[in-house]
């Protein structure tokens, strides 16, 4: 089937830069996704938008260029509860990817343990309004009760405003919680303000909570430089990012977001995105820990 992408639809960048950073070995990009293709994997009737395609092979590809040793690949919301393409992935990449999943309350526990087996460790619960409509949280917290005894986690995407009304919900939650790119706080406002404040106290209060500091070139507002050589991009959003890694610096990842949907103003160099982890975590440990031994051990480890 041939899908035409939403209008003003920004493509993935096509001639990455080779980072300056080096990532250290095994280390993990631990949150990308694969979009179609759309005429082998359709999207999904109910998705809010429609990408460009974004296959396994260019996924791998960026993975080498870039120099990680592994990816976590998660659902996107324009494939649905139709996990087929990210299965596809899994299954072409040789044990170096995991993947996070949306499942109906449906799902059987065969299908959860064939997940399981092909390298599924998590589950994904999205409540950005623009990208899903509403699931029902004793549905959600049904199909927690069914992943937890299998070690899988949940992964909670959501808007630093929403954080007080979703605060019951994610605390009930049983299993590892994951939360995407820290909340999405507004890094226009002070980092030690009300809003990020309570982010803070929800790792804080609540050691099962981890949280991706990923997504610098979604929440910056001053943006990437100038093209100028200069490669310190996304200043305004290192004090959030780099906060958590130091408070919190066994619970926190980092991944590309590649291909990037729904960015409106640039797509991002992805080399430049990994030259801005040494501004976030800025000795060799916490890169260790953020790149390689936290991913290792919740995708990884034995038993999981
Ligand atoms: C991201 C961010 C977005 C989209 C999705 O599944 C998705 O469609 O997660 C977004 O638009 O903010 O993490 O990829």
Known sequence: MLFTKTPGWLDWYAGPSKPRFKLPPGSVDAHCHVFGPGREFPFAPERKYTPCDASKEQLFALRDHLGFARNVIVQATCHGADNSALLDALQHADNRARGVVTLKRSVTDRQLTDLHAAGVRGVRFNFVRRLVDFTPRDELMEIAARIAPLGWHVVIYFEAVDLPELWDFFTALPTTVVVDHMGRPDVRLP??????????????????????????????????????????????????????????????????????????????????????????????????????????????????
């Not at 949280?211 to 996304?234: H, I």
């Open 191 to 304: 980092v030690d303000g009300p809003q990020f404040e309570l982010f803070i106290q929800f790792m804080r209060e609540y050691p099962n909570v981890w949280s991706k500091v990923s997504c610098p070139e979604r929440l910056s507002v001053s943006g990437p430089p100038a093209l100028n050589g200069e490669r310190n991009a996304y200043r305004d959003v290192v004090p959030f990012a780099r906060r958590i890694v130091e408070t919190f610096p066994d619970r926190v990842l980092w991944g590309t977001d590649w291909p990037h949907p729904n960015l409106k103003d640039h797509m991002p160099d992805d080399g430049l995105l990994v030259d801005f982890i040494p501004h976030i975590a800025t000795t060799a440990e916490l890169q260790r820990k953020l790149l390689v031994d936290n991913p290792a051990l919740l995708y990884w480890a034995e038993g999981k």
